[in-house]
């Protein structure tokens, strides 16, 4: 069974940089996009962008010039970058699998709550 | 602001059916793409409730039903019971190549 273990930084002043880490147990990167949805509290949820088998990166337009996705194939990790946060980051962070096939998402992370606060 | 509308609250007794609206565009539920629907207990991170329009997961009961119609799709929930309180959320994708969510519905059984 797949198992999402993320972790980082939760606590962040403004102009920071988010970093996440994720780690995928007993599964594969073929076949999967990996993914960052996050969620602010008390709101819904919205996706930030993911990376594909080949290393191709889509990200959500309204967050592209801050995100960067990357994966280490070597180690199953991927991770999340969002630079010069503000409080309207502040938002749970799951990482995720997204099926290519069905375009579900089929595993979460347990979640990292990260606040931005000065 | 949600990408895909939904109502913010429904409420329902014991037993009744209600059901969850989850509005789009032509660009994402309008253009053919799948809407699946999630479902989140507090604390919780969201779990697959129904895919590509209207198939169950094995596990969820028959009580879920999905539909689709034009730039549209909603939830269905039949013999309300306490165990479906939680946050429903719908998703599907946009020809911008982004995943979209719905602003999640809370459901109180009353």
């Known amino acids: 069974q797949v198992r999402l273990q993320q972790w980082g930084a939760g606590l962040l002043r403004p102009s920071e940089t988010l970093s996440l880490t994720c780690a995928v147990y007993?599964?594969?990167?073929?076949?999967?996009?990996w993914s960052w949805i996050r969620q602010p509290p008390g709101k819904g949820l919205e996706w930030i962008g993911e990376i594909n088998p080949g290393g191709n990166t889509n990200y959500n337009p309204s967050l592209k010039s801050r995100v960067t996705i990357s994966v280490d194939p070597s180690k199953n990790h991927f991770s999340l970058k969002l630079n010069s946060v503000t409080a309207a980051d502040t938002a749970l962070y799951y990482c995720s699998i997204r099926s290519i096939i069905s375009n579900t998402v089929d595993f979460w992370g347990q979640g990292t709550l990260v606040t931005v606060s000065s | 602001q949600s990408v895909l509308t939904q109502s913010p609250s429904v409420s329902g007794a014991p037993g009744q059916r209600v059901t969850i609206s989850c509005t789009g565009t032509?660009?994402?539920?309008?253009?053919?793409?799948?809407v699946h629907w999630y479902k989140q207990l507090p604390g919780t991170a969201p779990k697959l409730l129904l895919y590509g329009n209207n198939n169950r997961p094995s596990g969820v009961p028959d009580r879920f039903s999905a539909s689709k119609s034009g730039t549209s799709a909603s939830l269905a929930i039949t013999g309300l019971q306490v165990e479906d309180e939680a946050d429903y959320f719908c998703q599907s994708y946009d020809s911008s190549l982004s995943v979209v969510f719905g602003g999640g519905t809370k459901l109180t059984v009353l």
């Open positions: 032509s660009s994402n539920i309008g253009a053919g793409y799948d």
């Open positions: 007993g599964g594969s990167f073929s076949g999967y996009y």
